[in-house]
């Protein structure tokens, strides 16, 4: 299983936060994205990827991190965790944490 898993239903991204806290693991996953478009000109899933892009990089730039990872230590990291980012129909960027 890769660390980046996607859902079709919609645009989300599940982030595996066993090494890294929420911010380091959206930012790997917004970098692994780039690097797919930028090694594959056309890829078939472009759009889904651009999505992806776009919601992860409001993401980032949405969220105070450092209040996330003090509120919560589970997305400081180095735990079992996985978290799904995805954009509410309000079209704000949230995460929600996954059952194990």
């Known amino acids: 299983m890769s660390r980046f898993e996607m859902n079709e239903m919609d645009v ?3 982030l595996h936060l066993v090494d890294h806290c929420i911010e380091t693991e959206a930012r790997r996953a917004l970098k692994a994205r780039q690097a797919r478009l930028l ?3 056309m890829p ?3 759009d889904m990827l651009a999505g992806e892009m776009e919601m ?3 993401f980032l730039t949405s ?3 450092r209040a996330l990872r003090a509120a ?3 997305l400081a990291g180095g735990r079992d965790l996985r978290v799904r ?3 509410r ?3 704000l960027v949230d995460f929600e944490k996954l059952a194990p």
């Open 12 to 14: 989300s991204v599940v």
């Open 39 to 41: 090694e594959d000109a």
């Open 44 to 46: 078939e899933d472009e």
């Open 56 to 58: 992860l990089q409001d």
């Open 63 to 65: 969220w105070d991190f």
């Open 72 to 74: 919560d230590p589970d």
């Open 85 to 87: 980012v995805f954009r």
């Open 89 to 91: 129909k309000e079209g």
